[in-house]
């Protein structure tokens, strides 16, 4: 059975959800048995219920996404919310607005959730402050991506029944992935064992003192792990140069499967996407469905990001 109990009387304390590192054990439990209820949903043939009829969610994506941006807005609609999604290439925020003007401005047309990505690290936690709804953060610069880590937590624990005392490996990009940071806290709080492989280079200064044991050799850092998560590699965040060439990194730190072979032979393979295939990631083994759950994590992220709206839509 899951390492995740149910907290039927449990109250989410925050009106926002900014972080990982905001949340009480027994939240993150409440959060993830809610969205438990809305997987038998979204597998069905009739998806959509009320439970937020009559509210408004606006999702305001400063970067560009696919997943993130699709799977909240799914996720909203699901709930019988009203959904806007801004669109920032046609806004006043690129005729020189500022975060403050664009809140005040949202703030008047009275939502009760603000889904919002940003470049900037803090932006998600300086909207909550001028707003009078909820804020949730769909990742913000390089500091956190709660969402992602949760449906990371519900698929590995869809899959293995737990995440207390499993080893997983975390690899690659560690220095720019807000993906990362949200994992190391979310995965250390459930129990489990963290291994962070990259080259020194993309590696946080004193990265272990977040409870990490540290690899710069993949081989070594995938030896017994159950879950293999890759990261991509945040060009668009790297001033400088941190590699010296794409096919050198595959080679060194792309799971391919001489790699592979090092961790348990049920080992999963997870990874947020979008993959550089070639680059981070053996096609093959994306593909493999005895051992990727890249897919599962997309489904699973909508069911996450339902029962996220649904707790935070209702706490304004």
């Known amino acids: ?29 409440h959060i993830l048995d809610e969205a438990k209820t809305f997987i038998k949903l979204n597998r069905s043939s009739s998806k959509k219920t009320d439970v937020l009829r009559g509210k408004t969610q606006i999702n305001l994506f400063f970067e560009p996404s696919t997943r993130t941006q699709s799977s909240f807005e799914l996720a909203g609609k699901r709930l019988g919310a009203d959904v806007m999604s801004m669109n920032i290439v046609n806004s006043a925020i690129k005729k020189g607005e500022t975060l403050i003007d664009t809140a005040m401005t949202l703030n008047a047309m009275h939502p009760d ?52 005392g499993l080893k997983i490996a975390i690899c690659g990009d560690i220095l720019h992935s807000r993906v990362a940071r949200s994992n190391i806290y979310l995965m250390n709080m459930l129990g489990a064992e963290i291994n962070v492989v990259a080259p020194k280079t993309l590696l946080p200064h004193s990265v272990e003192r977040l409870g990490v044991n540290v690899f710069t050799d993949m081989k070594r850092g995938l030896d017994n792990c159950d879950i293999i998560m890759m990261l991509r590699l945040q ?40 993959m550089n295939r070639g680059v981070e990631i053996d096609t093959n083994l994306a593909d493999d469905i005895n051992k990727s759950v890249i897919r599962e994590q997309v489904e699973l992220g909508v069911a996450v990001r339902m029962a996220c709206l649904k707790i935070y839509c209702k706490k304004t």
């Open 235 to 274: 060009n668009e965040r790297m001033q400088g140069s941190f590699l010296p060439s794409a096919r050198e990194y595959y080679e060194y730190f792309g799971l391919t499967p001489d790699k592979m072979v090092m961790a348990k032979k049920n080992a999963l393979i997870m990874h947020p996407g979008p």
């Open 1 to 29: 059975m899951a390492v995740i109990k149910k907290f039927k009387a449990v109250k989410i304390s925050q009106n926002h959800l900014l972080g990982i590192q905001d949340l009480s054990f027994s939240e993150i439990s």
């Open 113 to 164: 959730v603000i889904v919002v990505r940003h470049q900037d690290s803090g932006a998600p936690n300086l909207l909550s402050q001028k707003v009078n709804c909820s804020v949730i953060n769909a990742g913000d610069g390089r500091r956190e991506h709660p969402t992602q880590a949760l449906l990371d937590a519900l698929t590995i624990i869809n899959r293995k029944g737990k995440v207390e």
